[in-house]
C-alpha cells in the first residue's frame, strides 16, 4: 500500500458527462501528479500541483481540469467526456521529485 | 516516434531465469532514469533509479544506463513467480522548472513456475 488513495475505483459514465475523481497523497507530500494511462498511449503526465499551486501542465486536454486543495486532497474533473477518455487516472504524490507514489488508480468507462 | 522506447512483450520465461528488460530513447534532456513495476490493477511502484552511466544493483535487480547510446536495461536474476508485472522504463526531464515523467509502454513479464 502506497498511502495514496483514490476514490471512486471504478466510474462508467456516458459521453457528453462530466466527472470528478479524488485523490489523497500520502501524509506529509505536498506534491501531486495526475497520470492518464491507456492502451494505446501508455502512461501520460497529466498535471503536477505542489502546495495548492499548479507547478507543471503536461498533456491535459481543455476538457479537464485539476485543484489542489488546503488538505492537500486533489481533484480532477473531466468534462464532455468522450469515448477516447476511457481510461486509468492515476495519482501520485511525493515529497521532492524523484520518488513518486502511486494510488490504485481509478478506472473510467466512458459508454 | 516516441521519446521511450520498450517493447510490450509478453515476455514469458521459466521460474529462476535471468531476466533482460530494455528501453532506448532519443532525448538527450533526460536526466534521471527509473524502473517501476506495475501488478495488474494497482498503481506502478518504483523499484529503481539512477543518474549516471554504469550499473546499480539492490537484491536480484541490477539497472545499467548506457547515455552513450541512449538505452537502459533492468535484470532480474533467479526470477520467481512474484516478479510477474508489467515493468516500465521511465525518464525525468527539465519540464516547467521541474522533473517531468516519461514513461515506456511497458514490458509485460511472466515468470512460470
Known amino acids: 500500500d502506497s498511502g495514496v488513495t483514490q476514490t471512486p475505483k471504478h466510474l462508467i459514465t456516458a459521453t457528453g458527462q462530466r466527472v470528478t475523481l479524488r485523490c489523497s497523497p500520502r501524509?506529509?507530500?505536498?506534491?501531486v501528479y495526475w497520470y492518464q494511462q491507456s492502451l494505446d498511449q501508455g502512461l501520460q503526465f497529466l498535471i503536477q500541483?505542489?502546495?495548492?499551486?499548479?507547478?507543471a501542465k503536461g498533456n491535459i486536454l481543455e476538457r479537464f481540469s485539476a485543484q489542489q486543495f488546503p488538505d492537500l486532497h486533489s481533484e480532477l474533473n473531466l468534462s464532455s467526456l468522450e469515448l477516447g477518455d476511457s481510461a486509468l487516472y492515476f495519482c501520485?504524490?511525493?515529497?521532492?521529485?524523484?520518488?513518486?507514489?502511486f494510488g490504485p488508480g481509478t478506472r473510467l468507462t466512458v459508454l | 516516434q516516441k521519446e521511450v522506447e520498450q517493447d510490450p512483450g509478453p515476455l514469458s520465461v521459466p521460474e529462476g531465469a535471468i531476466v533482460s528488460l530494455n528501453c532506448t530513447y532519443s532525448?538527450?534532456?533526460?536526466?534521471?532514469f527509473m524502473w517501476y513495476r506495475q501488478y495488474s490493477r494497482k498503481g506502478p511502484e518504483l523499484l529503481m533509479y539512477?543518474?549516471?552511466?554504469g550499473n546499480k544493483e539492490d537484491g536480484r535487480f541490477t539497472a545499467q544506463v548506457d547515455k552513450s547510446s541512449k538505452y537502459i536495461s533492468l535484470f532480474i536474476r533467479d526470477s520467481q513467480p512474484s516478479d510477474s508485472a508489467t515493468y516500465l522504463c521511465?525518464?525525468?526531464?527539465?519540464?516547467?522548472?521541474?522533473?517531468?515523467?516519461?514513461f515506456g509502454q511497458g514490458t509485460r513479464l511472466t515468470i512460470n513456475p
Open positions: 500541483y505542489y502546495n495548492g499551486e499548479e507547478r
Open positions: 539512477t543518474y549516471s552511466s
Open positions: 532525448n538527450s534532456a533526460f536526466q534521471y
Open positions: 521511465a525518464m525525468t526531464e527539465p519540464f516547467q522548472g521541474a522533473q517531468k515523467l516519461v
Open positions: 501524509s506529509g507530500d505536498l506534491s
Open positions: 501520485a504524490s511525493s515529497v521532492g521529485w524523484d520518488e513518486q507514489f
